[in-house]
């Protein structure tokens, strides 16, 4: 199936600093979310977009939907260890009762 | 936010037997629940829709006589991995949507079931 364009794959990242991951579609989504996955875990909802150009935040994170409806970015600012994990964004085209569609994750390994 | 429980969190089954994992939503109904597999370091694959009342919706390439899927009340999906073989081994996690309102487009995920199939 689809899968968003999710970069990059994998960051390494000192302790403190900011960091930034997005996604791309080449269709619009009504909804995009964002997820952070711990190893064997399942995924757990980081922040919800639901309008084009909306920007959002979860404590240190940001998030912001793409005026054109085929991206979004997340932040992550003053990184910490416990942000360590596979974060990955999710597409909703139409109503709740469809299947997201997923990036391949990005993968956060933080130094401290 | 909204909790979807899965059970168990991990099971160890011999080839051949049958496995059946269970998806709750514990605050809220959902008529759609959504099963996903998940390969080391890779991203989740839908397998399945699963309907609450009528049969569920499949994947291509997803077997529906191995992967048994029962969605027989607003707050409970089960899916059965039946005559499991080592292939079968994998990360299975389902989603639900609590709907209703601006959240209708959220969709929460349990905590996942780790199969393996000796």
């Known amino acids: 199936g689809q899968q968003l364009n999710q970069s990059p794959q994998s960051m390494f990242i000192q302790e403190g600093e900011d960091v930034s991951m997005n996604c791309t579609s080449s269709?619009?989504?009504?909804?995009w979310l964002w997820y952070k996955q711990d190893p064997g875990e399942g995924p757990v909802l980081l922040i919800a977009?639901?309008?084009?150009?909306e920007l959002t935040s979860n404590g240190r994170l940001t998030a912001q939907f793409g005026i054109t409806r085929k991206d979004s970015f997340l932040n992550i600012s003053a990184s910490i260890p416990s942000d360590v994990g596979i974060y990955f964004c999710?597409?909703?085209?139409?109503?709740?009762?469809?299947?997201?569609?997923f990036g391949k994750g990005t993968r956060l390994s933080v130094i401290a | 936010g909204a909790v979807v429980s899965q059970h168990p969190s991990r099971v160890i089954c011999k080839s051949g037997t049958s496995v059946k994992i269970e998806c709750r939503s514990l605050?809220?109904?959902?008529?759609?629940m959504f099963w996903y597999r998940q390969f080391p370091k890779k991203s989740l694959m839908l397998m399945a829709t699963?309907?609450?009342?009528?049969?569920?919706?499949?994947e291509q390439g997803v077997e529906k006589d191995k992967f048994l899927i029962n969605h027989a009340s607003l707050t409970l999906s089960t899916l059965t991995v039946t005559s499991a073989h080592p292939e079968d081994s994998s990360f299975y996690i389902c989603?639900?949507?609590?709907?209703?309102?601006?959240?209708?487009?959220?969709?929460?995920f349990g905590a996942g079931t780790r199969l393996s199939v000796l």
């Open positions: 989603s639900a949507p609590p709907g209703g309102g601006i959240a209708k487009n959220i969709q929460y």
């Open positions: 269709s619009i989504f009504n909804t």
């Open positions: 977009l639901y309008k084009a150009g």
């Open positions: 999710a597409g909703q085209r139409s109503a709740g009762n469809t299947p997201l569609v």
């Open positions: 605050d809220f109904q959902a008529t759609t």
């Open positions: 699963s309907n609450e009342g009528s049969k569920a919706t499949y």
